[in-house]
């Protein structure tokens, strides 16, 4: 009879006891709340801030990153998490919301290597539509407006800014 040295037993012991655990507390398809189901269980609600005027900037990065402002709203492209050459695009567009699209050689959608730093300016806003709950940015539906998901952000009410990492482009509004 061959013996099995412990320290290649005790890994395996230790797999089987956590995996029943761990399968025991998976989510089942129907218990995962949906991105939208998800926004509406938050209470969140994007907040009213209209633009009659579309603003646009665009600036060409290397793979080095760099910064892409308009206005006062920023993106900080770190070194890596672009690949090759792209051009790095804001547009501020008509709307009733807080919003901003962004995107990567005109592409709506785009994913990086490594994470973005975004700021969205919200100095044109009301005090009054700003409220006193605390401000978020939400990845958007750029067609319907809908609420995708919460990006996790820091919000400075002195500078009026929101700022949140990404790793990908898309349309994000402010909510509260």
């Not at 892409?68 to 672009?82: F, K, N, Q, T, Y």
Request: hydrophobic letters at 40%; one cysteine or more.
């Amino acid at each position: 009879m061959q013996k099995v040295p412990t320290a290649r037993l005790f890994p395996a012991l230790l797999l089987s006891w956590f995996l029943p655990i761990t399968a025991c507390d998976a989510p089942q398809a129907g218990d995962v709340p949906t991105a939208p189901r998800l926004a509406r269980l938050s209470g969140a609600t994007l907040i009213h801030c209209p633009t009659s005027q579309s603003k646009a900037a665009e600036r060409r990065l290397l793979p080095p990153g760099g910064i892409v402002v308009l206005d006062r709203h920023e993106v900080i492209v770190p070194l890596g998490a672009l690949r090759r050459i792209a051009d790095i695009g804001i547009q501020v567009p008509v709307s009733r919301h807080m919003r901003v699209d962004l995107t990567v050689n005109d592409q709506e959608h785009w994913q990086f290597h490594k994470l973005v730093t975004v700021t969205i300016d919200y100095s044109r806003c009301s005090d009054e539509a700003l409220g006193r709950n605390p401000l978020s940015v939400w990845h958007i539906d750029s067609r319907t407006g809908e609420l995708l998901e919460e990006m996790g952000s820091v919000d400075d009410r002195l500078l009026k800014q929101i700022t949140f990492v990404t790793d990908h482009f898309s349309g994000y509004a402010i909510a509260n």
